[in-house]
C-alpha cells in the first residue's frame, strides 16, 4: 500500500530528525567547553561512519529479502528508542 509506506517515510523521517537535535542539546549540556568541539565533531563522524556501515548491510540484506529487512529494521529502531532514553529532566538548566 503506498499510503503506509509514504506514511512510514514521513514518520521515520520525523522521529530521525528530532533524535539528532536533542542529542546535541544533551551533550552541550554536559560536555565542558574547552572539550566541546573535538568531542561533538568526533560524535559526528562516528554517526556519518555508522550510518555508511548501516547502509551498507542493509543493502545486503535487501538483496535476501527485504520484507525481512523491514522487520530487522523495525525491531532495531524500536529497540534503540527505548535504549537511548534521554529523560526531560536532563534537558532542563
Known amino acids: 500500500n503506498v499510503l503506509l509506506i509514504v ?3 514521513v514518520l521515520g523521517g520525523a522521529i530521525g530528525l528530532t533524535r539528532k ?3 546535541s542539546s544533551y551533550m552541550q549540556q ?3 567547553s574547552e572539550k566541546r568541539a573535538t568531542i ?3 560524535v559526528n563522524m562516528l554517526r556519518t561512519l555508522s550510518i555508511v556501515v548501516a547502509n551498507l548491510i542493509v543493502g545486503k540484506l535487501a538483496g535476501w529479502s527485504v520484507e ?3 522487520i530487522i529494521l523495525g525491531i532495531i529502531a524500536i ?3 527505548f ?3 534521554v ?3 536532563h534537558l532542563v538548566d
Do not use: D, H, K, W
Request: charged fraction near 10%; proline fraction near 8%; avoid cysteine.
Open 7 to 9: 506514511m512510514a517515510i
Open 21 to 23: 537535535p536533542l542529542m
Open 30 to 32: 554536559y560536555i565542558p
Open 40 to 42: 561533538m565533531s568526533g
Open 68 to 70: 525481512n529487512t523491514m
Open 79 to 81: 529497540a534503540a528508542a
Open 83 to 85: 535504549i537511548s532514553r
Open 87 to 89: 529523560e526531560e529532566g
